[in-house]
């Protein structure tokens, strides 16, 4: 792996899938070595960004959320009656990125990785690119470094960023602060809906689709269709502008995947038109810098060598119960802090 920012940064804008996906690893990666030198990259790449639809699907397992993915990224790279405006020009047909972020072990850290094989028709796309990530146990099953993926992803020309969450319980704050429209696919059939989905999720959705609903269970999804709009319904919209739609489909046959994609493109104008489209943007951004800084804190916490020497012992005393562990926080605090 070269050290040479210029390798990454060229081969990202001439749209080298090879390098894109070097890219990617090197922005992952754990050495803080390949840290500095991913910093410099998306920096040069940033003014190239920011053109791209950037969605975020989430949804219960077993939702179908890779079929749906992989319809709606088939339809977008092949379909030329949905044109995109990118940078005040019209894309006839999309280039496609899945951020598909998988579960990753408590134990090994290591990932399923099994997304590439569920979306073989997509995968095999000249205009697709699809990148599985471990999820590394963060907030929201989203991987740490989704954002500068994402900007990576625009910078090589991705019309369409798709960011998939586990969708295992954990919070979807996390993907909705980095996603222009925020999907929650649902199941219909499977008890009571209501009971199934979190408020909290409601409250952040730009929309809501009920999945799989063909055959036998299409009348299903319709009478889930009514009551998840009453659920809707009390609650207070998240804009002025946009009330949460709630949408069926058929994403094995296909069926209302060119409607929802109609409802994206039709959300997207109507915050461009309202000025909440660059106000969304600039909060994510704000956001995104609250998180580094977090992020940074978290590990320069524990590569402090008074940290690394201590923190052994108080942890075995805190496992014993012979120290509390408020007490064995503030005292690895105050080593930070120099106290000490």
Same mark, same amino acid.
């Given at each position: 792996?070269? +050290?040479?920012?210029?390798?990454?940064?060229?081969?990202?804008?001439?749209?080298?899938?090879?390098?894109?996906?070097?890219?990617?690893?090197?922005?992952?990666?754990?050495?803080?070595?390949?840290?500095?030198?991913?910093?410099?990259?998306?920096?040069?790449?940033?003014?190239?960004?920011? +053109?791209?639809?950037?969605?975020?699907?989430?949804?219960?397992?077993?939702?179908?959320?890779?079929?749906?993915? &992989?319809?709606?990224?088939?339809?977008?790279?092949?379909?030329?009656?949905?044109?995109?405006?990118?940078?005040?020009?019209?894309?006839?047909?999309?280039?496609?990125?899945?951020?598909?972020?998988?579960?990753?072990?408590?134990?090994?850290?290591?990932?399923?990785?099994?997304?590439?094989?569920?979306?073989?028709?997509?995968?095999?796309?000249?205009?697709?690119?699809?990148?599985?990530?471990?999820?590394?146990?963060?907030?929201?099953?989203?991987?740490?470094?989704?954002? &500068?993926?994402?900007?990576?992803?625009?910078?090589?020309?991705?019309?369409?960023?798709?960011?998939?969450?586990?969708?295992?319980?954990?919070?979807? =704050?996390?993907?909705?602060?980095?996603?222009?429209?925020?999907?929650?696919?649902?199941?219909?059939?499977?008890?009571?809906?209501?009971?199934?989905?979190?408020?909290?999720?409601?409250?952040?959705?730009?929309?809501?689709?009920?999945?799989?609903?063909?055959?036998? +269970?299409?009348?299903?999804?319709?009478?889930?269709?009514?009551?998840?709009?009453?659920?809707?319904?009390?609650?207070?919209?998240?804009?002025?502008?946009?009330?949460?739609?709630?949408?069926?489909?058929?994403?094995?046959?296909?069926?209302?995947?060119? =409607?929802?994609?109609?409802?994206?493109?039709?959300?997207?104008?109507?915050?461009?038109?309202?000025?909440?489209?660059?106000?969304?943007?600039?909060?994510?951004?704000?956001?995104?810098?609250?998180?580094?800084?977090?992020?940074?804190?978290?590990?320069?916490?524990?590569?402090?060598?008074?940290?690394?020497?201590?923190?052994?012992?108080?942890?075995?005393?805190?496992?014993?119960?012979?120290?509390?562990? =408020?007490?064995?926080?503030?005292?690895?605090?105050?080593?930070?802090?120099?106290?000490?």
């Amino acid at each position: 792996m070269t +050290n040479d920012p210029q390798y990454y940064i060229q081969g990202v804008l001439e749209q080298n899938k090879r390098i894109l996906a070097k890219t990617i690893t090197l922005i992952e990666s754990s050495n803080p070595d390949h840290h500095a030198l991913a910093r410099i990259i998306v920096d040069e790449l940033l003014p190239h960004t920011g +053109n791209s639809v950037r969605l975020g699907i989430t949804g219960v397992p077993g939702v179908g959320k890779s079929t749906f993915i &992989e319809s709606l990224g088939m339809m977008l790279v092949r379909d030329k009656t949905h044109p995109l405006k990118k940078g005040g020009k019209i894309s006839k047909t999309c280039k496609v990125a899945v951020l598909a972020v998988d579960p990753s072990s408590a134990r090994t850290g290591g990932s399923i990785l099994a997304d590439k094989t569920r979306m073989e028709k997509l995968c095999r796309q000249e205009r697709a690119f699809i990148r599985p990530s471990p999820s590394g146990g963060t907030l929201g099953g989203v991987a740490r470094k989704t954002r &500068e993926t994402m900007l990576v992803c625009e910078a090589a020309g991705y019309d369409v960023i798709i960011v998939e969450t586990v969708g295992v319980g954990q919070s979807e =704050t996390t993907v909705a602060s980095m996603s222009d429209f925020f999907l929650v696919l649902m199941l219909a059939g499977a008890g009571d809906e209501l009971q199934g989905i979190k408020k909290g999720v409601l409250e952040i959705a730009d929309a809501l689709t009920i999945n799989k609903a063909d055959g036998d +269970n299409t009348e299903k999804a319709n009478q889930a269709k009514k009551q998840y709009e009453n659920a809707l319904h009390l609650l207070m919209p998240a804009s002025p502008t946009w009330s949460p739609p709630v949408l069926t489909c058929s994403a094995l046959e296909t069926l209302g995947i060119e =409607t929802l994609w109609e409802t994206i493109l039709q959300h997207r104008e109507k915050f461009q038109a309202s000025g909440e489209f660059e106000e969304k943007r600039r909060k994510q951004a704000l956001a995104w810098m609250w998180d580094m800084v977090q992020d940074g804190l978290r590990e320069r916490f524990h590569r402090n060598p008074k940290v690394r020497e201590k923190l052994p012992k108080l942890s075995r005393e805190v496992e014993q119960g012979s120290t509390a562990p =408020t007490l064995a926080a503030n005292e690895l605090l105050s080593l930070v802090d120099g106290q000490a």
